[in-house]
């Protein structure tokens, strides 16, 4: 499907690496970077190629298109596995994440290929002001604690030129537990460093995204991990799948 997805939209072809299990990370650096096994190639792959469909199909909805872009960020990249499907793509990648374990194996696997950088945990990264068309971060806020999400939302409304767009995904929310709804947000784990789990509802989750951007829509996909698509501008205007 991702394959068909780059031949009908963009007149591209997949990349090599695109299924070279050597950028496959082993078990020893999933553990750390994403507490889950992504050490076998059929999970690696299929789920990095079912989130790329999604991505690419959310952005061409509202409007963008990863062609006409200069530079993209992959804010997080773990070991890669999104980040992988940009190859294809005349765009410069840059990413960044604050594990030494994920920059060592993907500098490895795509350093060629991308500008990688080793950041903190807070705020700033190392990039100008209105410097990226596209913002992708899988899989971290919904491992980042609700106080200090504003101040990231903030950063990366910095880095984005205007007009651009910033992918993210966060949890389920169909896990959120009951007795935190009305307070808008929940934390598990809070012990477990990057791997602890922060919720939030679709309200809380569009007021603190509204601060910055424009809220194009959230996407659910129960059990999978949902989405928020922003754009750097005015309003907060959202709708719900």
Known sequence: MLRDLYRSHYRLEMHQVQSDEAIVPPKAVV??????????????????????VRF??????????????????????????????????AIE??????????????????????QLNLTQLQPLLPFSEDFFDLIIATSVFTHTPYAM?????????????P???VLATVQDFAKMPPEYLARGW??????????????LTPTKLTELWSSAFEVLQIYIYTPDQAHVIVRKGQGAGVTHR
């Open 31 to 52: 553990d750390i970077v994403q507490g889950r096994s992504k050490d076998d190639p059929n999970t690696f792959f299929g789920t990095g190629y079912r989130t790329m």
């Open 56 to 89: 690419l199909t959310e952005l061409h909805t509202h409007g963008f298109n990863v062609s006409r872009m200069e530079r993209m960020l992959d804010f997080g990249f773990g070991t890669g596995r999104i980040l992988v499907h940009f190859l294809p793509f």
């Open 93 to 114: 990648r840059y990413g960044c994440d604050v594990t030494p374990e994920a920059y060592a194996w993907t500098s490895k696997t795509l350093g060629a290929h991308a």
């Open 149 to 161: 999400q504003p101040g990231w939302i903030a950063e990366l409304h910095r880095i984005l030129k």
């Open 163 to 165: 007009g651009g767009c």
């Open 186 to 199: 929940y934390e598990k784990c809070a012990n477990r460093g990057i791997h602890m789990r922060t919720f």
